[in-house]
T-cell receptor, first 114, second 115 residues
Framework: AQKITQTQPGMFVQEKEAVTLDCTYDTSDPSYGLFWYKQPSSGEMIFLIYQGSYDQQNATEGRYSLNFQKARKSANLVISASQLGDSAMYFCAMRDLGANNLFFGTGTRLTVIP | NAGVTQTPKFRILKIGQSMTLQCTQDMNHNYMYWYRQDPGMGLKLIYYSVGAGITDKGEVPNGYNVSRSTTEDFPLRLELAAPSQTSVYFC??????????????FGDGTRLSIL
């Protein structure tokens, strides 16, 4: 069964605007962690932000924030004040109790338009 | 501070050839992973290791082998290369597994084509 679903293959956003990238997940474990990674065209994987299932508040890291809705099993990434350098693939990933690896979604390609 | 180093960056193999993808880390992390990323897809786990001398299969282990003789090194071996193994291979490390807020740190990847 698919553990992570990213339904937006591609997204466009105007420079300086905010954008939300969707991620839903599936797990029966009460304890899990959600991660977002950025993959620019150069190919490396860059860690952006983490949300734990027991965290009371939504995670924030600079211009990145995570809209965590536990009951809906969604963990959407919000990028504020988009910059041209934000153009990249974005992957949502999950690690649940007892799993040592990350399960990745298929990614969303974000293009920032000047 | 090198982090996670993968070699080579690019390689073209002929069907049936074998090769080893190298991964070295200087972060003193116990956990190491090998993922493959097919075009337009997310990463899928091939093998992982929780420490020297311990390895285990991931989602897509067929056609690959690994070993972990030291904390630093985690090589991935392809014995009989097949076109289906054309992919980008990523090595990653983390200080611990399970439910942890510690992210995995990735190498820059090895782009492998099998013709």
């Amino acid at each position: 069964a698919q553990k992570i679903t990213q339904t937006q293959p591609g997204m466009f956003v105007q420079e300086k605007e905010a954008v939300t990238l969707d991620c839903t997940y599936d797990t029966s474990d009460p304890s899990y962690g959600l991660f977002w990674y950025k993959q620019p065209s150069s190919g490396e994987m860059i860690f952006l932000i983490y949300q734990g299932s027991y965290d009371q508040q939504n995670a924030t890291e600079g211009r990145y924030s995570l809209n965590f809705q536990k009951a809906r099993k969604s963990a959407n990434l919000v990028i504020s004040a988009s910059q041209l350098g934000d153009s990249a693939m974005y992957f949502c990933a999950m690690r649940d109790l007892g799993a040592n690896n990350l399960f990745f979604g298929t990614g969303t390609r974000l293009t920032v338009i000047p | 501070n090198a982090g996670v180093t993968q070699t080579p960056k690019f390689r073209i193999l002929k069907i049936g050839q074998s090769m080893t993808l190298q991964c070295t880390q200087d972060m003193n992390h116990n956990y190491m992973y090998w993922y493959r990323q097919d075009p337009g897809m997310g990463l899928k786990l091939i093998y992982y290791s929780v420490g020297a001398g311990i390895t285990d299969k991931g989602e897509v282990p067929n056609g690959y082998n690994v070993s972990r003789s030291t904390t630093e090194d985690f090589p991935l071996r392809l014995e009989l290369a097949a076109p289906s193994q054309t992919s980008v291979y990523f090595c990653a490390t983390s200080p611990m597994g399970g439910v942890s807020n510690q992210p995995q740190h990735f190498g820059d990847g090895t782009r492998l084509s099998i013709l």
